[in-house]
Each structure stands twice: as C-alpha cells, then as structure tokens.
DNA sequence: GTGAAAGCGCTAACAC
DNA sequence: GTGTTAGCGCTTTCAC
C-alpha cells in the first residue's frame, strides 16, 4: 500500500504538504496540489482506513446483529441496510446471532472495541424469550448509538424502527371481516416475539370491534416449520367451517393456501387467506398470496438514516420509536 | 473507551508494562500482572480494533461480497461464510454488489485500502456477461489473498470453491434417464452465468452418454422470475409427452411442479422433476421437490477455511479451485 | 507556502 | 522487573 509518506519522498515534500495538498488546503500553492495530487493518481494513493479511523475514533462502520439471515424478512432488512449504508459512505459489518442469546452478546462486546460507531440490531428469539437487555444497557451506557428494528423491547433506551404490527393486523382482520368471513383463524410460529403477541392482539381487537361477528378468538400457534404443514392440515380436518385465515409470520399464510388447494377448498369463493410478507415464494402459489406488506428494504434504510443522523450530531438526541407504514396488498387469495 | 493509558495512570506504572502484563510476558513481575489485570477487568478494558490492526498490518476481517443477498443460496453461502470466520475469531464485512459490475468493483475499491485482510466473494451476473476481471487482477497485484465461489472465471489467479456443477447436472441428469424419461427438458434462468453454462454442458452429455434416448436436448431459457411460471405452463401446453424436467437455478424446477399440477400431471408417474437448492420452498409444495444440494453453508465454510490459512502463511501458496461435492437428495418428485 | 512535531492506542526493541 | 522510545498512517497545530 502506498502511504503519504511514499508521495513525500518521491516529492521532495513534507508529508505534511501532502496531506494538506490531497486536502485541498488553501495553505497550499495551487501548483504543489496538482503536482501531489498527479502523483497520487499516478500511484493509486488510497488513504488508510485504519489510522483515519484511529486518528478520528470513527471507523465509519456501522454494525449489525441480524438474527437469522435465512429468513427472507431479514435478508431484506440487510439489503435496505446495506445500500443505504452504501449510499451515505459507511460500511457494515455483520453478525448473525442465529437467534442465540450468547451469540448476540459475543458479538455485541466483538464490535464494541472500537470495530464500529454504532449498531443495528434486532433482538435474538432467545434474548426475547429470557427477556434480557443487560447487554444492551452495556452498550448504551458506552454511548454508542443504537437502532433496534422489528424485534424491539420497550425497556431499552434506544432509538427503533418497526412496523405497526396491532394496526397491520387490526386491518387485515377488518379486511377479512369485511368480506363477510365467519369463522377467522389466526396462525402464528411467532408466538414468542414481541411483533407475534402484537398482531395477535390486533386480530382479536379487530374481532371484538366488528359487530356482528360471533366466533371467539381462534389462535393456533405452529411448532416449527417443519410440523407447521400437518398442523395446519389437521386443523382443516377438524373444523371444515372456517373461511379466513391471518398467517402472521413468513410461512403459514402460503402453508394454509397449500393446504386449502388439497382439499380443494375454493380459495378465495370459500376462504379468504391473508399473510405476512413472503415475498420470496409469491412467483410459485397460484393464486397468489395477498399479504401485509412489512416494507423491510424500507425499514433497514431507515434504520441506517436514523443511525448516522445520531452519528453526525455530538449531542444527544431524544430516542424515538419510528413506524414504517404497511400495506396490506390484495392478491389472489381474498376476494 | 478506556485506554492502556488510563490504566498505567491509575497503577502508577507505565503504558508498556500495562501492554506487557495483559499479555503475560515473562518480564513482569506475577504481583503486577495480577494488580494490572484486575484493573482491566474491573475497568473492562478491550484492546482498540483500529490501533492494533494500525500496528499489526491486520485487520482480521473478511471483505465478503456477494451478489444477491435475496437469492437464497447466497444467503446460505453469507450463513457459513459468518460462521466459520466468527469460529477462527474473524469479522466480515459484507458488500451487495446488486449483480452490478460498477457496484463489485466500487466495493472491491472500497475495501481494499486497510479495512480487510483478503476477500470472498462471487462475480456480479454483469462482470460474467461483459467479461471483466482486470479489477480483481488489481487487487491481486496488491497481494490480497482472494477467493472467489460459485460463480468464477478461470482466468483469475485465485483460489476458488465451486461445486462441480458438469457432474451435477450430468448425474440428475442421468437419474432420470435410469427411470426411462424419454423426453427430458431443461429450464434455466442462470445462462449467462458460468455455472449455468457448466450445468447445461453436463445435461448434454448425459443425453448423449445414454444409450437408447432418442430425442434432442432441449433447453428453454426462461427470462425473467415473473415471467417464467407463463412460460414454463406455455411449454407444457405445446409439448404434452415431456417426462422429464431439471431446473438448474433456484426456482424453475418448483415452478414447473406447480404448471404440472395445475395440469393434472402425475408427478413422478408420469414427470420427474429434480430442481436445484431452493430448499426455502420445500415445505410449501406437495410433494417435495427433488434437488441437486448444493451445499451451500459447506461451501462458505470452505471458502473460509481456505483465506484464513492464506493469511497465515506469509509465503505465497499455490493457488488450487477446490470441489464440493454435491448430493442428489430425491423426495417426492421422483421415482 | 511549507515543515516539524504531537498524538490517536498499541506493541516491541532496547535501555536501565 | 520496569520504563523509554519509536513507529504503524494519518491530521492538525504551531513554527518558520
């Protein structure tokens, strides 16, 4: 790598002139910035991020800690996060916690080190499930800046980005209601996090606000993914009245439309099915899935905007929760 | 941050005892070493990133870049990838180069002026088309070790990780023909890229290896992911004896199970189909799709195992392309 | 208009 | 057994 003191040498010059003349300083005669700056052209002069790094204790590095890289919703976060990132001249440095408490801790204290200027983050399954936030207190109490999105918790200090997740689920159990649907199911394999019990309340809400409906509240929580095909299965099975269904995770909308076709339920004449995100597996249901769209590209750019706003400004700002809006995107399986 | 500094204040001592003692040299005193890394633990001290990769020439951190975080075998790859490096105590630092050549070889750049010690990553679907490679051989000439998977191109003098996608093909291929398959079509949406050509090539030879099959290979290339179901269902609507399917990227080969179910096609009695990955759609199709695995996380491992021990040795290795093998996982579209 | 020197946090060769 | 010093590559204050 050549280094200023490389460019000094060659010309004659302190390395001080140097690095003001790549600066651009008015101390320096026009003519030794041109001679500086052909030479460092001429010999791919890159300035060390490093010792720049070193020297301003900013790295201009964002990190995140991304739960599970495999889930569709994520990988798009990561995308928003990245190009944005991009866009305003930072890099990202990634972890994935892989939903484990430990992981996301290690991780945490690995790029706390001077590695990074600041964290996107959202909460581990399992972090989530113990109700921990030790480590996060950790990390704010060392004053970096923080944005935590889609999976947040109310007790950490820190900025957040999510989505409405009551009122995505309130309007898309209106929608179905709307369609005159009597017997409406909600399923989730999210139970555990912060957005599950969040739209699950948004459904019931939705149910209870609807005069008219009869049926109670009807939640069927999935294990995994593996089994979540055969219990939903045998819920059809065993109740051959239900006509709307709300799946809301990345899966059970599309398991439920499956399914339905099995049994060759009409879909969306006798049963209506809404989901939640998925996008990846639209090109291959027919019909198409209509979903609640969670905006994630969205989420993760805003998340970085949020992050290098707190960044550039020495001060401390006020933290604030910031909703990105949904949509609730009709498709082929409600009417 | 609390510094080597702050610490030798506080013990009366000075800086590079502190430094010696926290790495237990042999020169301090036991009493020392003890009253020194007490403080630092109390303190909780950590070694600034940026000073000792200024120091060291080191960063310990990965360049990854990858070309669609929202293919899901790349999202795989990134899984692995992260994981071994967090193993062998590295970071990464991921870059989307979006399938554009401008964007890979802006992140190459990007990268290349201290904040890694060596790269991953596979070529943008852009750089495969117009043929580039003159901005990895810059980076080589700077002696950053670079290994490049999936997606590469033989004229570059770096170490690589691929699957032998010719024999993957030729062996999916040749399964089919064992079941008796007399007319056996190909679907791509990858043939601009190396990968897809290898995997076409080893179809062919397949055909032409099997005694007793008489028809001419057949390859349609599908356009685009919205575009391809129609297309898929138009071939099945002209052609009525085809038997036989393999799709070589992620998607076609669940997308032809869906046209043929919608058309009352028995699969397997009356069409094989064997898909590539695309292991995130399996639970939703019914039967399961039969798939050439790529091994994708292996892969990334792999890739990771093979820059951490460049980065070891100061010496240069020689450079070698190394296999992973790959499996045909059949389940319920086969025979 | 240019250069010398200090310092970001750390390590290591070399005193003492 | 401990301290001094120089230096990794860069910026910036202060001299000249």
Same mark, same amino acid.
């Given at each position: ?5 490389q ?8 390395? !001080? ?7 651009? !300083?008015?101390?320096? !005669? ?13 010999m ?13 204790s ?21 995308y928003?996060i ?23 801790v290690?991780?945490?204290?690995f ?9 996107i ?15 996060f ?16 918790n109310?007790?950490?200090a ?25 017997k409406?199911?909600?399923? $989730?394999?999210?139970d ?34 593996? $089994? ?17 269904i ?32 998925? !996008?990846?597996?639209l090109p291959f ?14 989420m993760g ?11 550039k ?19 082929? $399986? $409600?009417l």
């Amino acid at each position: 790598m050549v280094t200023l003191k490389q460019l000094a040498e060659q010309l004659n010059v302190s390395v !001080s002139t140097v690095s003001k003349a790549l600066n651009g !300083s008015y101390e320096i !005669s026009d003519e030794t910035i041109k001679r500086v700056k052909e030479l460092a052209d001429m010999m791919n002069y890159r300035p060390n991020k490093m010792a720049l790094s070193l020297k301003h204790s900013k790295t201009f590095t964002i990190g995140v800690i991304v739960p599970d890289i495999l889930n569709h919703f994520f990988a798009k976060v990561l995308y928003g996060i990245e190009q944005e990132a991009t866009e305003l001249g930072y890099n990202i440095i990634t972890c994935l916690s892989n939903e484990s408490f430990d992981k996301e801790v290690n991780s945490l204290e690995f790029l706390a080190n001077g590695s990074v200027d600041g964290f996107i983050l959202a909460m581990a399954e399992e972090t989530q499930v113990l109700e921990k936030s030790e480590h996060f207190d950790t990390i704010l109490n060392q004053k970096f800046p923080m944005v935590m999105f889609d999976r947040v918790n109310d007790s950490i200090a820190c900025d957040k980005v999510i989505i409405d997740d009551f009122n995505a689920a309130y309007n898309a159990t209106t929608h179905l209601l709307k369609e005159g649907r009597r017997k409406i199911v909600l399923l $989730t394999g999210i139970d555990e996090l912060s957005v599950g019990k969040l739209r699950v309340k948004g459904y019931e809400k939705a149910l209870k606000d609807f005069s008219g409906y009869t049926a109670e509240p009807f939640v069927l929580k999935v294990n995994t993914i593996e $089994t979540a095909n055969t219990e939903i299965g045998a819920l059809f099975d065993e109740e051959d009245d239900i006509d709307g269904i709300l799946g809301i995770d990345n899966s059970t909308g599309v398991m439920a439309l499956i399914n339905a076709q099995k049994r060759n339920i009409n879909v969306p004449k006798d049963m209506s099915i809404i989901g939640f995100s998925a !996008s990846n597996v639209l090109p291959f249901t027919d019909p198409k899935l209509s979903t609640v769209s969670q905006n994630a590209i969205k989420m993760g750019k805003k998340a970085v905007n949020i992050l290098v706003e707190k960044l550039k400004v020495e001060e401390e700002a006020p933290i604030k929760t910031h909703m990105v809006e949904t949509k609730l995107i009709l498709r082929g $399986t $409600t009417l």
